[in-house]
């Protein structure tokens, strides 16, 4: 199983209580169930609003089971951000 890092981004952050942390996940969908499960509360409500970057690549409407996760890659959590 590929393992890699989830990044937090601004309220996310927050939600989840750190900048960071390691994923054991094949898919992007298993990457998120177990941050759910590890941070139940506020980072769930907060996830249903965030978009994703994949190594760099935004995610946009594809189903999170079809993002295959890399060995050493990067997950950014990117809730929206007011201002410009």
Same mark, same amino acid.
């Given at each position: 199983?590929?393992?890699? +890092?989830?990044?937090?981004?601004?309220?996310?952050? /927050?939600?989840?209580? &750190?900048?960071?942390?390691?994923?054991?996940?094949?898919?992007?969908?298993? $990457?998120? +169930?177990?941050?759910?499960?590890?941070?139940?509360?506020?980072?769930?409500?907060?996830?249903?609003?965030? /978009?994703? &970057?994949?190594?760099?690549?935004?995610?946009?409407?594809?189903?999170?089971?079809?993002?295959?996760?890399?060995?050493?890659?990067?997950?950014?959590? &990117?809730?929206?951000? $007011?201002?410009?």
């Amino acid at each position: 199983m590929p393992k890699g +890092t989830v990044r937090y981004w601004a309220a996310a952050k /927050s939600a989840a209580g &750190l900048a960071e942390e390691p994923y054991d996940a094949a898919t992007l969908a298993d $990457a998120l +169930t177990a941050a759910r499960e590890r941070h139940p509360g506020e980072l769930v409500r907060v996830l249903q609003r965030c /978009s994703f &970057l994949v190594d760099g690549n935004p995610v946009g409407t594809r189903e999170h089971e079809t993002v295959r996760l890399a060995e050493g890659g990067t997950v950014e959590v &990117l809730p929206p951000f $007011a201002g410009g």
